[in-house]
């Protein structure tokens, strides 16, 4: 699997990373070990999580896993910082609740140090300095080698990068053919301040695997009372014109859906990997033999055309 630098650093990642929202909740145990086991495998090293998914489960089962599956120094480990507050479901994004959700990460883990600490989506309850003054505690302290941040705007990366006193490499959001609204701010922000961006959702929240095509399987999430929601919002207008687009494509190519998205996605400027998150094994294998090759340019041209910003 390629690698690539992140930003303006040293620091190198897998173009794919493996997610962990899912594990816990709707991936087992046994099904978790072996979605690391094949993701490494197939020579990838970056693995998102955060104290939020499963209420904790997520990380304490990868922490089981480092030393067993996996030895800790194959993996770089992002970590999105924060819990939610109780009775609430906004994450606490204030000094003492970010430090604490480390500390419980770093524990969960088994580890000393993570390889990049986010801090999540911004409070408007929480001034910007005092999520600062946590991120900055975290890399002085060696308990994050790098730092970033979760779903912010344009501006408001912006604004943290230049208001820090220590280097923001990564800035963690959507974007996906059918939801590129970062490019307007996010991407350029990114790369004025030497930093990167990590792609959440980059198959679309799973419509570009085109499985949602005229029907809602029995088994997805689309026909989740819990997740049809996060789904709801890319079936139909543009985004199912941007899908029905996406499978045209990828016939003609003779691939997949899902791997003419995502190579188109990791050739975007500024993309430093894609956070994929597989709910079987199998799933994940099929995404894993993704080739890292460009998308031929008539054919990038005309997903930029169908997919672009109006």
């Known amino acids: 699997m390629q690698r690539r630098n992140v930003g303006a650093s040293g620091l190198t990642v897998s173009a794919l990373g493996l997610g962990t929202m899912n594990w816990g909740q709707e991936v087992t145990e046994e099904a978790a070990r072996e979605q690391l086991r094949l993701f490494t495998d197939a020579g990838g090293t970056l693995v998102e999580t955060a104290a939020r998914y499963g209420e904790g489960q997520a990380e304490a089962m990868l922490g089981s896993f480092i030393g067993d599956t996996v030895a800790r120094s194959e993996l770089v480990l992002v970590v999105q910082g924060g819990t ?19 500390d419980a990460s770093l524990s969960l883990l088994g580890t000393d140090h993570v390889d990049v600490w986010l801090a999540p989506s911004p409070d408007p309850a929480v001034p910007l300095q005092e999520t600062l003054s946590a991120l900055g505690v975290a890399y002085s302290s060696g308990r994050a080698r790098y730092v970033g941040v979760s779903n912010y705007s344009g501006w408001e990366f912006a604004r943290a990068a230049s208001t ?11 974007y996906s053919l059918v939801s590129r609204g970062a490019e307007r701010e996010v991407f350029p922000a ?16 799973g419509v570009l695997t085109g499985k949602y095509r005229g029907r809602i399987p029995a088994e997805s999430r689309a026909a989740s009372e819990v997740w049809s929601p996060y789904v709801e919002p890319y079936l139909s207008g543009k985004p199912q014109r941007v899908t029905e687009a996406l499978c045209t494509a990828s016939r003609g190519l003779d691939l997949q859906p899902h791997e003419l998205a995502l190579r188109w996605l990791l050739h975007r400027p500024g993309v430093a990997a894609a956070i994929i998150g597989a709910r079987t094994p199998q799933q994940l294998k099929e995404i894993l033999e993704t080739s890292g090759a460009p998308v031929a340019g008539p054919i990038a041209e005309v997903l930029d055309e169908v997919s672009a910003l109006s």
């Open 164 to 174: 820090a006193s220590f280097p923001l490499l990564v800035n963690d959001v959507e």
């Open 84 to 102: 939610t507050r109780s009775g609430s479901r906004r994450l606490d994004s204030s000094r003492r609740g970010l430090l604490d959700s480390l």
């Open 190 to 205: 990114a790369e004025a301040c030497g930093a990167a961006v990590l792609a959440w959702g980059p198959l679309g929240r």
